[in-house]
């Protein structure tokens, strides 16, 4: 029987992470001849009038993807995802029966939660694990371990690893992290890391465009709360403006700035030092070629095992090499043995220190910009990488259920 996949997405269809992170693969599976539908939740506050619908539903479609949406409601919390779960389940129920859905494709586990109350035994599933989600709650200070919420969602993740038919993971560390659990089986586990369209780079971002400016661009891209660590980042700048006097720190973020610029200010900077701002979409390849450095610091909390920053494979297919604190997914071994950046391994003078050196001989090396970009290109090209071991996936779930036919 032809696949015919129901994408579970518990985020609206113009959330950025949605336009960059779920539809290219979507298009992928469907230009290779998998049957799609993508159900989405739609925020109460952004609706859609009803000429945007059917121009969105009509250009989906000529994509080869039936696009539904469901409301997304946000309080009280517990009871409303309770609501959208079951509403979920019953709408991918409904698609099931009267479309011939086979497979229930989970991205995160509020839709892992929706695919295994929807499922029928021979239901393929696909838990797309995006995180270690009740951990990443508690190190928010959200729950506490012993709180249902934080109980519920672990006895989630343990049931639906052991019931998804395929398993795909950001990392090589969450993948050995769920073998040695025993939660399924290691054939069953995919690593496909958040991919970047290295056209958009390549396409948008002037050649030339460092070179028309004296500053020496340091730039970090994201939020600026949670466990994102600004201050540090502020120490790490130092350092190197100590080193490069011409050294200016560029945010590039949609986070209220005064959070972030005083903490800047704690770690020493001045108002001269740096700018915090959000830039459109499309503008944010041409800022991060302009620069020579990118910033990613964050704590580095179990849960990172499961973490693959997108601003990183962002960097590299800008050209530039990146900083990062050590401990967070992959990320250490790739910057190390490609050698295209340097980890921090302690916050602490000497260990800024070590990153500026190391960094700034990066910078400085003729080739760093073509091999930054032919290592996005290997490891976190949305073709090669993400798309074509997600058709892998899809080609496993084919050959299990024509083999559960032949039976």
């Known amino acids: 029987m032809p696949l015919h996949s129901?994408?579970?997405?518990?985020?609206?269809?113009?959330?950025?992470?949605?336009?960059?992170?779920?539809?290219?693969?979507?298009?992928?599976?469907?230009?290779?001849?998998?049957?799609?539908?993508?159900?989405?939740?739609?925020?109460?506050?952004?609706?859609?009038?009803?000429?945007?619908?059917?121009?969105?539903?009509?250009?989906?479609?000529?994509?080869?993807?039936a696009w539904h949406s469901l409301t997304y409601h946000k309080r009280p919390s517990m009871l409303a995802t309770l609501y959208d779960i079951l509403a979920g389940a019953l709408l991918a129920r409904r698609l099931m029966s009267n479309e011939g859905v086979n497979v229930l494709h989970a991205r995160a586990h509020v839709p892992m939660a929706m695919a295994m109350l929807a499922a029928a035994?021979?239901?393929?599933?696909?838990?797309?694990?995006?995180?270690?989600?009740?951990?990443?709650?508690?190190?928010?200070?959200?729950?506490?371990?012993?709180?249902?919420?934080?109980?519920?969602?672990?006895?989630?993740?343990?049931?639906?690893?052991?019931?998804?038919?395929?398993?795909v993971v950001l990392t090589r560390r969450m993948r050995e992290w769920i073998a040695s659990e025993r939660l399924t089986t290691p054939e069953k586990v995919?690593?496909?890391?958040?991919?970047?369209?290295?056209?958009?780079?390549?396409?948008?971002?002037?050649?030339?465009?460092?070179?028309?400016?004296?500053?020496?661009?340091?730039?970090?891209?994201?939020?600026?709360?949670?466990?994102?660590?600004?201050?540090?980042?502020?120490?790490?700048?130092?350092?190197?403006?100590?080193?490069?006097?011409n050294a200016f720190l560029r945010i590039l973020s949609v986070s209220p700035p005064e959070a972030g610029a005083s903490q800047?200010?704690?770690?020493?900077?001045?108002?001269?030092?740096?700018?915090?701002?959000?830039?459109?979409?499309?503008?944010?390849?041409?800022?991060?070629?302009?620069?020579?450095?990118?910033?990613?610091?964050?704590?580095?909390t179990f849960a990172q095992i499961a973490a693959s920053p997108t601003k990183i494979p962002e960097y590299l297919a800008a050209g530039i090499p990146v900083v990062s604190n050590a401990g967070i997914g992959d990320v250490d071994d790739l910057l190390t043995t490609e050698k295209v950046g340097v980890i921090v391994r302690e916050f602490d003078e000497a260990g800024y220190s070590r990153a500026a050196d190391g960094v700034l001989v990066l910078a400085a090396e003729s080739e760093i910009r073509s091999r930054c970009k032919e290592v996005a290109r290997?490891?976190?090209?949305?073709?090669?990488?993400?798309?074509r071991r997600y058709r892998e996936v899809y080609a496993r779930l084919e050959a299990e259920q024509e083999s559960s036919s032949a039976r």
């Open 6 to 65: 129901l994408y579970l997405c518990y985020f609206g269809l113009r959330e950025p992470l949605v336009q960059t992170q779920v539809l290219p693969y979507l298009r992928k599976l469907a230009v290779a001849g998998t049957k799609l539908s993508l159900l989405t939740f739609e925020p109460a506050t952004k609706q859609w009038t009803d000429k945007e619908l059917v121009q969105m539903r009509t250009q989906l479609a000529e994509q080869g993807i």
């Open 190 to 245: 995919e690593v496909i890391p958040c991919c970047v369209d290295q056209e958009r780079f390549a396409t948008t971002c002037d050649p030339d465009i460092s070179d028309t400016t004296d500053r020496f661009e340091i730039i970090y891209a994201g939020s600026l709360v949670g466990l994102y660590m600004v201050e540090e980042m502020g120490r790490l700048f130092r350092a190197i403006k100590e080193r490069q006097p």
């Open 121 to 167: 035994p021979k239901t393929s599933i696909v838990f797309d694990v995006r995180g270690l989600m009740a951990e990443e709650y508690r190190d928010a200070g959200i729950w506490n371990e012993n709180s249902l919420a934080f109980r519920l969602v672990k006895k989630l993740e343990r049931a639906g690893l052991k019931r998804a038919n395929q398993v």
């Open 378 to 387: 290997r490891f976190f090209d949305l073709d090669e990488v993400g798309g």
């Open 264 to 300: 800047l200010v704690r770690a020493g900077l001045s108002d001269d030092d740096f700018w915090i701002g959000p830039v459109p979409p499309g503008d944010v390849p041409s800022y991060l070629r302009r620069a020579r450095i990118g910033i990613s610091f964050r704590k580095a």
